[in-house]
């Protein structure tokens, strides 16, 4: 006789991976609980991807109604914005969406139980003081930002709290050279907060193409961020009049606000994995096979928690193959080449593919094209900016295998390049399609002359 479970799926952690799982598991007639002890669709819909590009949006219209002016439009009087309203309006969308993934998981007839899960033993999982016992458990728990130890850390944010402050500092500083850091430099400065952004290297986006990279910073340069690099912070002190950022090029910064983007760690700790045979690396990342699963043979772990692409549609494909293999086929797989990525940074940033860096490292000829142009908004508004678009050719085969932009609409754009990469695109198919015109993403289908 098999044994017993309450449950054949119990999912710790509702974010867009954990709730995708609980569905299909629960669609295929399995008896499926969800636990959450935050908030229902995780790190992405509450203080991630979405209230971030809500705050990009926000962030924009100053150089939108600047550049109105050169299109005839008069603005009576100096708009002002009043952040609590943006802030609170963000929230209100944020709840809207939390109730959707009730819906969802409720729909799905899955259990949702509200409160911490912690794992008990290979089958068994506590919460809010019950424990039940589940035939397989799916770690599903994300990442949570990092914040190092120095003198003064306990007066650093995280970009957790970056959605719900009291207030706008007139100045602020911030700290990192990823995407969250440059991203959230973006935002402040849009909004009207003198912004420095400090960072220990040499290069912002140091993952990225690094032409790309520069032409990033260009034009963060260009919208009036302040960038620092090869700079430490060496203390944060308290001020009467707000924080003092203590550097080690010997100058002192102050500030209204210091935000710490410095990394994200899977968020492992104190969940019980010492009752199982599970395996955490020293970053505190899951180890998994190519099935999603642990060392211990009725735990798996997939999204941001086990440290591969930290990406809100890569945990929900990874929660399909997962169904797939554990009640399905068996057949679904994830390949994780090719993902098309944007960075909500100012100017705005899409790549698929492989850096020219990358692509050097992996074959012996390639063929560079790159373009860079003003934008026809900005033609009569006056603007700074300007978009780069980039491809990456292999000689031998003729395959773009990367593809990059820098500027207005990059992500938009970006995605549609992801489909002719993965579909394994020439440049002569590139070459062959007739561009849509006037855009900027004509331009992909019309750069004949190689750069290099």
């Not at 609980?33 to 790190?43: I, P, W």
């Not at 790309?212 to 340069?221: A, N, P, R």
């Not at 944060?236 to 210091?258: E, H, R, S, Y």
Request: glycine content about 10%; aromatic content about 8%; hydrophobic content about 40%.
């Amino acid at each position: 006789m098999s044994e017993s479970f309450d449950y054949d799926l119990f999912v710790i952690g509702a974010g867009s991976g954990g709730v995708r799982a609980a569905r299909m598991a629960a669609s295929k007639g399995k008896k499926v609980a969800v636990a959450e002890e935050r908030y229902l669709g995780g790190t992405c819909v509450n203080v991630g991807c979405v209230p971030k590009k809500l705050f990009v949006y926000a962030s924009q219209f100053p150089e939108l109604f600047h550049a109105s002016t050169g299109f005839g439009w008069t603005v009576p009087q100096t708009p002002r914005l009043d952040w609590a309203t943006l802030r609170d309006n963000k929230t209100a969308e944020i709840e809207r969406l939390n109730g959707i993934y009730n819906s969802l998981i409720d729909n799905s007839g899955a259990d949702l139980h509200d409160g911490r899960a912690t794992i008990a033993g290979p089958h068994q999982v506590s919460v809010n003081g019950d424990t039940y016992s589940a035939r397989t458990i799916l770690i599903a728990t994300g990442g949570w930002p990092y914040i190092p130890e120095f003198p003064g850390s306990e007066y650093a944010l995280s970009s957790n709290e970056m959605f719900f402050l009291d207030e706008l500092p007139k100045t602020a500083v911030v700290v990192g050279g990823g995407y969250i850091a440059v991203e959230f430099a973006g935002i402040l400065n849009g909004l009207g907060v003198e912004t420095h952004l400090v960072y220990r290297g040499h290069q912002l986006l140091k993952s990225f193409d690094r032409e790309m990279s520069d032409k990033i910073q260009q034009g963060m340069i260009a919208k009036g961020v302040h960038i620092h690099l090869n700079t430490e912070v060496n203390g944060i002190t308290k001020t009467d009049n707000g924080l003092c950022v203590a550097l080690n090029t010997q100058a002192d910064m102050a500030a209204g606000l210091v935000l710490y983007a410095t990394g994200r760690v899977a968020n492992t700790a104190n969940l019980g994995l010492e009752t199982t045979n599970v395996v955490v690396r020293n970053n505190g990342a899951i180890a998994v096979d190519d099935h999603f699963a642990t060392a211990e043979p009725s735990i798996y772990a997939l999204g941001d928690v086990i440290d591969r692409v930290q990406l809100t549609p890569v945990a929900i494909q990874e929660a399909m193959v997962l169904v797939d293999h554990l009640f399905g086929q068996g057949v679904a797989k994830i390949d994780y080449s090719d993902i098309p990525t944007a960075v909500f940074c100012q100017p705005e940033f899409g790549t698929v593919g492989l850096s020219e860096e990358q692509a050097r490292a992996e074959y012996s000829d390639i063929a560079v094209y790159v373009s860079d142009f003003k934008p026809m908004l900005q033609t009569l508004g006056g603007g700074p900016d300007r978009i780069t678009m980039k491809l990456i050719v292999d000689g031998a085969s003729d395959k773009v295998v990367g593809c990059h932009m820098v500027g207005e609409h990059a992500a938009e754009i970006i995605q549609g390049m992801g489909i002719a990469l993965k579909a394994g695109a020439t440049k002569a198919h590139f070459d062959a399609t007739v561009g849509i015109h006037p855009s900027a993403a004509e331009e992909f289908v019309t750069m004949r002359e190689k750069a290099r």
